[in-house]
Each structure stands twice: as C-alpha cells, then as structure tokens.
C-alpha cells in the first residue's frame, strides 16, 4: 500500500500575458489540482478555493499580512500601517476607521456627486442655477416643454 501523498504543483506563470489576459481556465485548471497548489516558478503555495482563502484569513497567527500580501519578500516600510499588510487587532482598529467612508452608500454619494459635477462642468451649467440654464439654452424657457 502506497502511503506517500501526492503534491499538487504547476509552473503556470501567473503573472505572464497569457494568464493575465484570460485568468479564469488558469483558475479552473488550480482548482481542479487541489486545494493548495505548488507554484513552483515562484517556490509559492496558491489557495485556488474561495472556502480554503476564507479559512486562511481566518488564521492569522499562522497566515499574517504584516509586511505585505503580495510575493515580494523585501518588507517594505511604506505598507507598515496599511489595512492590506496589517493582522488583528491592527486590521481592525483600521478596518472600523475605513467602513464608513468605503461602505456601499459613501462610494455611491461620492460618484453621483463627482457625475453631477462633471455634467453640470460638460454641460456648462455649473452652479449658477436657473440663470446658467437659461444662458445655456440660449434664453428659451425650458418650462412646460415636452420632449419630442
């Protein structure tokens, strides 16, 4: 009986242009390998599984950020403080300071005043109100008009 257990890896270059063009059957073919491949080009394990990527963030006394999530592996100083590079309680403290300026509603107040903004500057009618309309349809109320 053969105990010994078998090591899914790949020399898939994730960073080329072929994946980089069309990542998605590279992340299929990861998936079906396993669920933790060896990337032997970069000597890196990859988790290809939504479930196996959750528990990892889950763990972070095994799985820390600190020094930065990506495959350098020169610490830069410059992500020191930074949600991404940073492990709980730091993560956290970060994290309750950033939701309310990145929730759903604040990103969407903030693009549909950056829209109105860059209409109103597109269309000319930047804050003067009934005046600038008027001045911008050439003096022709618009009131009561129907569109044709």
């Given at each position: 009986?053969?105990?010994?257990q078998h090591t899914?890896s790949?020399?898939i ?13 590279f992340y299929?073919?990861?998936r079906?390998?396993?669920?933790a491949?060896?990337?032997?080009r970069?000597?890196?394990w990859?988790l290809p599984g939504y479930d196996?990527?959750?528990q990892v963030?889950r763990r972070?006394?095994l799985?820390?950020?600190?020094g ?5 592996y020169v610490?830069?100083?410059m992500?020191t403080?930074?949600v991404?590079?940073s492990?709980?309680?730091?993560h956290?403290?970060?994290r ?5 300026k ?6 969407q107040?903030l693009?549909r ?5 860059r209409a109103?500057?597109t269309?000319g ?5 009934r ?9 022709r109320?618009?009131?009561g008009r129907?569109?044709?």
């Amino acid at each position: 009986m053969d105990t010994t257990q078998h090591t899914p890896s790949s020399d898939i270059d994730i960073f080329g242009d072929e994946v980089s063009e069309d990542p998605y059957p590279f992340y299929a073919e990861l998936r079906e390998m396993g669920r933790a491949v060896r990337l032997t080009r970069y000597e890196v394990w990859a988790l290809p599984g939504y479930d196996e990527v959750w528990q990892v963030q889950r763990r972070p006394e095994l799985f820390s950020s600190v020094g930065g999530p990506g495959l350098n592996y020169v610490e830069d100083p410059m992500m020191t403080g930074v949600v991404l590079s940073s492990d709980p309680p730091d993560h956290s403290r970060y994290r309750r300071i950033l939701n309310g300026k990145l929730s759903s509603r604040a990103l969407q107040d903030l693009l549909r005043g950056e829209i109105e903004r860059r209409a109103a500057k597109t269309s000319g009618l930047e804050a003067g109100g009934r005046r600038s309309t008027l001045r911008w349809t050439g003096g022709r109320s618009t009131r009561g008009r129907r569109s044709r």
